[in-house]
């Protein structure tokens, strides 16, 4: 078995796919790795480490020697052809709104898995990447906005006067908010938070935060553990619990999103100039639209007297912790593919991680949410049953 580690080409992307930890446990497993040159570099991980844990180094063309090829982002279609066909290719492939990448890896005749589709049930948490990423961005939003922010976050009691504590806003109680919640609450911050989800109070207080609901809204779980989308008048109630709240914070700190869709607007323009000169905003749903309008992907922006952080990939932004956490996902995910005893691969196309996360195989797309793209599969993989046919018809 053979698996390659490409280095990262994407814009911004600083993390890698494997850590000298998780190649040691591949090579356990039975995998010849190869890691190419520089992959790690801006994770901290230099070639000689990844070579001291087993690995070999080699160069971009090795992907189409692999039977896995590990990455962070989804291939290029280029890259994807460069794959020999057949391959396992596992990454956060982030598919909504790029189906002609996905289009391009059946073409390729690869089997595509996204990371970020694995189902959050006991048996898949150590594979959870959204989890594991988001915990870091809430983290390092917090990091942002301390920096962007011209006071002290904790309250100091001197001889020459007492400095009143910084007032922070989280709204959003997922992983990436709680995480933002304990930290801020770490740093000394009087921390507040919302969810349209009932269940995240109990959360919420449990970090010595307090969390405030409108009246009007019940409860707005939906599956997985996300939000549903709010009626017309939920959205309304809601607003105004937020205008009301917001022009007393110095940070606010986004983080909803719902699968699939662009990011809910939650803070207008007139909530921003209702904040005082200096306040911060940290948007972690920038990539997806983003939170608050007015902020830019990738770009710090002044919309008033407001600082409005727009950071792209908040995780890479410490890449040498989340590159690990990645790494391991990975590993537990691949190791569920192997058949330890034959040291081979074994991919159950029945497991419903498998299910969940395949979004490409034997040149058909055959993830149900992107069955409006899907292509019948070439007559002669479609005689074995074990192997799924393109979808037709609708989508999600």
Known sequence: MRLFVPSERAAGETRVAASPE???KLIQLGFEVTVEAGAGRDSRISDAAFQAAGAAIGKAGDAGK???????????????????????VIATMDPHGHEDVVEAMADAGISAFAMEFMPRITRAQVMDVLSSQANLAGYRAVIE???????????????????????????????????AIATARRLGAQVTATDVRAAAAEQVASLGAK?????????????????RELTAEEKRAQAELVAGHIAKQDI??????????????????????????????????VERGGNVEGSLAG???????VTVVGHLN?????????????????????????????????????????KATLLTRDGAIVHPAFAGKAKEPPAAAAGGADKPKGRKGGGQ
């Open 22 to 24: 998780t190649v040691k």
């Open 66 to 88: 692999a039977d896995v090829v590990l990455r962070v982002r989804r291939p290029t279609a280029d890259e994807a052809r460069a794959c020999r066909k057949g391959a396992l």
């Open 145 to 179: 906005a301390a920096a962007a922010y011209d006071r002290a976050l904790p309250m100091m009691m001197t001889a020459a006067g007492t400095v009143p504590a910084a007032k922070v806003f989280v709204m959003g109680a997922g992983v990436a908010g709680l995480q």
């Open 211 to 227: 969390f405030i609901m409108t009246d009007a809204l019940k409860d707005a779980s939906g599956e997985g553990g996300y939000a």
């Open 252 to 285: 606010v700190i986004t983080t909803a999103l719902i699968p699939g869709r662009p990011a809910p607007l939650l803070v207008t323009k007139e909530m921003i100039a209702s904040m005082a000169p200096g306040s911060v905003i940290v948007d972690l749903a």
């Open 299 to 305: 770009e710090v922006v002044t919309i008033g007297e």
């Open 314 to 354: 908040m995780a890479g932004r410490i890449a040498a912790s989340a590159s690990l956490l990645y790494a391991r996902n990975l590993h537990a995910f691949v190791e569920t593919m192997v058949d330890k005893e034959k040291k081979a691969l074994a991919v159950n196309w029945d497991d419903e991680l498998v």
